[in-house]
């Protein structure tokens, strides 16, 4: 990221010189434009640079360096792509985005899923303090419930990972040595190639 995430110290001096760049997704539309006006009004130095209403464009742009937010708050239940799935697929391929879900419903609902699938932090959308702190921590890379100290586990002994730490872990699941189904004629499938998330395509050979 561009702001150093997880490596460079969360200075006042930072914030005011390097604006943290959010992008938005819900597929609400009235929602999206609630969430932006909220999002910039809770701090001088957020920036919602783009919206979506598509969970599969979020995660197009997130995966391009042209328009790759610092954080990406996503809602967590969308049509055609779910928050967690949106989480998923860019955390496998990068840790230079952070990833906040954002959600109406139980938390409790999404918690374990947004953890596996390399979220920062989880926090309800009435819950404004919540979304900046989440927000502000995960441009940093670092999980909401974290400290300086390493102090990670959340309520219910969950622990949001850090997005670097989380990358890694989805990065080796999705290599082809977790493979979804064994080699045809010794070349792999195509749902075994590196970084396909799981489900998201039927074998070939099949």
Known sequence: MGNGMGIVADT???KASAPIRIGLVDNDPYAVKVLQTMIE???SDFR????????????SRCLNPAKRPDVLVTDMSMGDV???EVCRA??????EVGLVGVT???????RDEAVRCGAQALVAKTDLSGIARGIRCAARGMPMDGDAEG???GRGGAG????ISAHMLLEDAATPSAGRCPPRNGRPCACTQRGSPPGRLRCASA
């Not at 919602?48 to 995660?59: E, R």
């Not at 109406?104 to 999404?110: I, K, T, V």
């Open 12 to 14: 006042g001096e930072e």
């Open 41 to 43: 009004r809770m701090a």
């Open 48 to 59: 919602v640079v783009w919206t979506c209403d598509l969970g599969a464009v979020a995660i």
């Open 82 to 84: 779910s928050g967690t």
């Open 90 to 95: 860019i955390r496998a391929k990068t840790p």
């Open 104 to 110: 109406s419903y139980s938390l409790a609902s999404f």
């Open 151 to 153: 102090n990670g586990v």
């Open 160 to 163: 949001f990972m850090d997005a």
